[in-house]
């Protein structure tokens, strides 16, 4: 992926050798879930219930989830994540008239998935590739994406989208803090399962939040951009 060397100063901001005129702090990152819940189907309850698999027991006897038998009726049906992908491009399209946007991507761990760019084809690849990503499935490493943040200068706003409960809540609203300190906004959107008393304490006011059934994920997500300064 590409990744342009971007530097912030009071006459704008440089990509490279070239001074690309955006407002102050016209930067946005997506910050997005990759966890294993994001791999879940969307859909009716009738076509969910078409689903066939088999039970993951863990070693405690506990339920830990169905491996789904990818058929032809499972085929046909999208991923959270497929949906939310859906959203990104849509977000990056409409932000890209006034922001550089940028990609973070957190699973058990996390990772800068694209450096914020005005590059629309670029992002588009990027975005395209989430699917096929190794952090795709595991944990929820929100406090790792945030940190990524804390170390960049200039970004506005950070859009975090995820469907769960992060894996260190109180570091992860560390970094949310010291984000914010810095004069990053923080906008979360969380699907109805998320863990919703955390987001109401890592956003940066009520107004910069969106809960979204999944199969709204993508409208969410893509909507959210009407929230940027």
Same mark, same amino acid.
């Given at each position: ?55 993951? $027991?863990?070693?405690?006897? =506990? ?8 058929? %032809?009726?499972?085929?046909? @049906? +999208?991923? !959270? ?77 950070? $859009?975090?989208?995820?469907? =769960? ?8 609203? %560390?970094?949310?803090?010291? @984000? +914010?300190? !810095? ?47």
């Amino acid at each position: 992926m590409p990744r342009e060397i971007i530097k912030v100063s009071k006459q704008g901001v440089k990509i490279g050798d070239k001074v690309v005129n955006v407002k102050k702090k016209g930067i946005v990152y997506l910050l997005i879930d990759l966890s294993d819940s994001m791999n879940m189907f969307v859909g009716t309850k009738e076509e969910l219930a078409l689903l066939k698999g088999t039970r993951m $027991v863990s070693p405690d006897g =506990g339920l830990t989830g169905i491996r789904v038998e990818m058929n %032809e009726h499972a085929r046909r @049906l +999208k991923t !959270k994540l497929d949906v939310a992908m859906a959203g990104m491009q849509g977000f990056v399209d409409r932000a890209l008239t006034t922001k550089l946007v940028g990609i973070i991507l957190f699973g058990s761990s996390a990772v800068l998935h694209h450096t914020a760019s005005f590059d629309s084809a670029a992002l588009g690849k990027a975005i395209a590739s989430v699917e096929q990503h190794p952090l795709r499935g595991g944990g929820t490493n929100l406090s790792d994406a945030l940190q990524i943040l804390t170390k960049m200068e200039g970004t506005e706003t950070a $859009v975090v989208v995820t469907d =769960g409960k992060p894996n260190n809540p109180a570091r992860a609203l %560390e970094m949310g803090k010291t @984000l +914010k300190d !810095k004069g990053t906004e923080i906008l979360v959107i969380g699907t109805e399962d998320a863990d919703w008393v955390f987001l109401s304490k890592l956003r940066s006011r009520p107004d910069l939040s969106v809960r979204t059934s999944d199969a709204g994920l993508a409208v969410a997500i893509m909507d959210a951009s009407r929230l940027l300064n």
